[in-house]
């Protein structure tokens, strides 16, 4: 089989979390333990940072993983859902798993697959982890897939653990409340290895706090360690932050090239894992941070994070796509100049459509449309729950047409966005 025929052979042999849903999740870690014997726990032979959480955990996952590239190490980054090819899942150094690892792997391991018949995404954890073992990486940023405790990723022992936040996402799989989802969260925590949280959140705190206490893991919250005071988006696309450490300066003016004013959450995440890595075996200097915040896109190529695609109309494209996601971009939105709003929107059917759909802006006119996999909510049912919320507009069945009819409309002065599903935005890119 070529590249293209493996995939297509994976999507429609395994099941897949990003197309099916809740039918492709497993909820104990048999195969990937399986796996990781058959494999001859290639994870051991490399170091790992592990990161989980309901928002920013992608976002965090890249910018340490610039940082650590600038720092001159050999760095592996695995991460999920893929946007436009299975390949950026998997990346060393910025640069995707080459076609021919992925058949040869498929190919040569055929057996223990259909043996086992495992998901897509503990398929696609143990390929991570043997690539990464054979290019003999210095580190890998593990982020994880869903929740924590069973997510694939979570057989790791790694440098750091970082739990960047708890959302309402998936509840269907990991619970409806903030504290059950937390408790899957604190899932990766684990004995003697330090603990960062991102936000401290008085309702889950204790979670995190118990938990460390019962493994001995050193806790620290990054919103007590570092502050972002002010926030700037110059005219060449890049944010400026001055933070603020223990009452005093620490950055006055550090650039970053992801956009989107969300990133002001996920900043002090990344300041503070890198202390917490500094006293760990890493050497990491001040420049290092610098250039690696500096180069996010350009080191690891990282998209779908408040991505310009076009000007003149603006079209922004984000994948946030739970109501914590949600609400950051619609507070964007309102402070970015423009004339008229063009929504090009879709969700899958397992999120709380209702939720999410309360959140949006009523004078905007919406395209409401539907992303190419199944899990994908139908463009009419969301379009119904929308008049329920006061928004309106027309539907159309796929992707591109609802974006080439929101070009149609609108005139250079507006702002078309375009999500609601990581998936609406991979059907653009």
């Not at 750091?160 to 990991?174: E, K």
Request: with cysteine; charged share 20%.
């Amino acid at each position: 089989m070529n590249y293209q025929q493996t995939i297509q052979h994976l999507f429609s042999q395994l099941p897949m979390y990003q197309r099916v849903g809740k039918a492709a999740y497993k909820a104990n870690l048999n195969n990937t333990l399986a796996l990781d014997q058959y494999f001859n726990h290639p994870h051991r032979l490399f170091k790992t940072i592990h990161v989980a959480g309901t928002n920013g955990k992608g976002s965090v996952s890249h910018m340490l993983a610039s940082v650590l590239m600038e720092a001159g190490y050999r760095v592996g980054l695995y991460t999920s859902p893929h946007l436009k090819d299975f390949r950026e899942r998997i990346r060393i150094n910025g640069k995707m798993i080459s076609e021919n690892h992925v058949v040869e792997f498929v190919e040569n391991h055929k057996k223990i697959f259909e043996s086992l018949k495992p998901s897509f995404f503990e398929m696609t954890v143990a390929m991570a982890f043997h690539y990464f073992a054979m290019e003999k990486v210095d580190i890998a940023v593990v982020e994880v897939g869903l929740g924590g405790r069973l997510d694939s990723t979570n057989i790791i022992t790694p440098q750091l653990s970082i739990i960047t936040n708890i959302g309402l996402d998936h509840t269907d799989l990991l619970g409806n409340s903030l504290k059950s989802i937390a408790i899957e969260k604190a899932g990766i925590i684990k004995p003697n290895v330090p603990v960062l949280i991102g936000e401290t959140q008085p309702e889950v705190k204790d979670i995190f706090v118990e938990r460390a206490k019962e493994l001995n893991a050193p806790i620290t919250f990054a919103d007590s360690e570092y502050r972002v005071i002010s926030q700037m988006i110059s005219e060449n696309g890049l944010q400026y932050f001055a933070v603020e450490g223990n009452n005093d300066m620490k950055f006055g003016s550090l650039c970053v090239d992801l956009m989107g004013l969300y990133q002001s959450k996920n900043l002090p995440v990344v300041l503070a894992a890198i202390d917490l890595l500094r006293r760990g075996e890493l050497s990491i200097a001040q420049n290092d941070i610098q250039e690696g915040l500096k180069s996010v896109v350009r080191n690891t190529s990282l998209m779908g994070r408040w991505q310009i695609i076009d000007h003149s109309p603006l079209i922004v494209c984000d994948t946030g796509h739970n109501a914590e996601g949600i609400k950051q971009i619609v507070n964007q939105l309102l402070t970015t100049p423009h004339n008229l709003l063009h929504i090009v929107f879709g969700v899958v059917g397992d999120k709380d459509a209702g939720a999410i759909l309360s959140l949006l802006p009523k004078n905007a006119n919406y395209f409401f449309t539907k992303a190419s996999i199944p899990r994908a909510l139908n463009e009419n049912q969301l379009y119904s729950l929308a008049l329920e919320h006061g928004l309106h507009g027309k539907t159309y069945p796929n992707v591109p047409e609802a974006l080439s009819a929101a070009k149609e409309q609108a005139a250079k002065n507006d702002l078309i966005f375009i999500g609601g599903s990581t998936f609406v935005v991979a059907d653009v890119l």
